[in-house]
T-cell receptor
Framework: GDSVTQMEGPVTLSEEAFLTINCTYT??????LFWYVQYPGEGLQLLLK?????DKGSNKGFEATYRKETTSFHLEKGSVQVSDSAVYFC????????????????FGQGTELSVKP | DAGVIQSPRHEVTEMGQEVTLRCKPI?????LFWYRQTMMRGLELLIY????????DSGMPEDRFSAKMPNASFSTLKIQPSEPRDSAVYFC???????????FGPGTRLTVL
């Protein structure tokens, strides 16, 4: 079945360091890929997404490129801030197969990021 | 715009008691999802609804768990009887028609003593 695998955390970085969080997936079709972020005590928020191969999603300085050949969607940021400390989830979902019905997300296990000043 | 609303935010109960968690999705969203998050098992999809109809409940752990969506603006997740291993954060999420981006609520932290 479909699955998502993320690098294990916690990842600890100093402020302004470069961030990479690896994500690979196994899929039977052509899913959309997502990164969600969860700040302490809150629900998940969509960070960025890509819907087809070679698409690059970007938001708030974070980027991820949908790589079909390597089945990957690694999250990167050039210079992290203390406020980026959170848990990051990679996920995949298929477009609704039937009109007007949403698809379910398959999540990775999450990677905790801690950024020190 | 109001986001997904969940209540209560925190619930502490004793083993054997009935627990009801509530969710109000974003207006206009017709898909609703219930998730459970624990340290051991991560984020698990329990059940999801489209147009108020349960589509996939394969993630519901056992018969003690039940979920309903009587109308487009309200859903409940009930645990009866509750057990300590049900302690977790329960999230509700909703999404628009023909669109697979989900919007999450703040979660309900359930502690069963």
């Amino acid at each position: 079945g479909d699955s998502v695998t993320q690098m294990e955390g916690p990842v600890t970085l100093s402020e302004e360091a470069f961030l990479t969080i690896n994500c690979t997936y196994t899929a039977t079709g052509y899913p959309s890929l997502f990164w969600y972020v969860q700040y302490p005590g809150e629900g998940l928020q969509l960070l960025l997404k890509a819907t087809k191969a070679d698409d690059k999603g970007s938001n708030k300085g974070f980027e991820a490129t949908y790589r079909k050949e390597t089945t990957s969607f690694h999250l990167e940021k050039g210079s992290v801030q203390v406020s980026d400390s959170a848990v990051y989830f990679c996920a995949l979902s298929y477009p609704p197969p039937i009109y007007n019905q949403g698809g379910k997300l398959i999540f990775g296990q999450g990677t905790e990021l801690s950024v020190k000043p | 715009d109001a986001g997904v609303i969940q209540s209560p935010r925190h619930e502490v109960t004793e083993m054997g008691q009935e627990v009801t968690l509530r969710c109000k999705p974003i207006s206009g969203h017709n898909s609703l999802f219930w998730y459970r998050q624990t340290m051991m098992r991560g984020l698990e999809l329990l059940i999801y609804f489209n147009n108020n109809v349960p589509i996939d409940d394969s993630g519901m752990p056992e018969d003690r768990f039940s979920a309903k969506m009587p109308n487009a603006s309200f859903s409940t997740l009930k645990i009866q009887p509750s057990e300590p291993r049900d302690s977790a954060v329960y999230f509700c999420a909703s999404s628009k028609p023909v669109y697979n981006e989900q919007f999450f609520g703040p979660g309900t932290r359930l502690t069963v003593l």
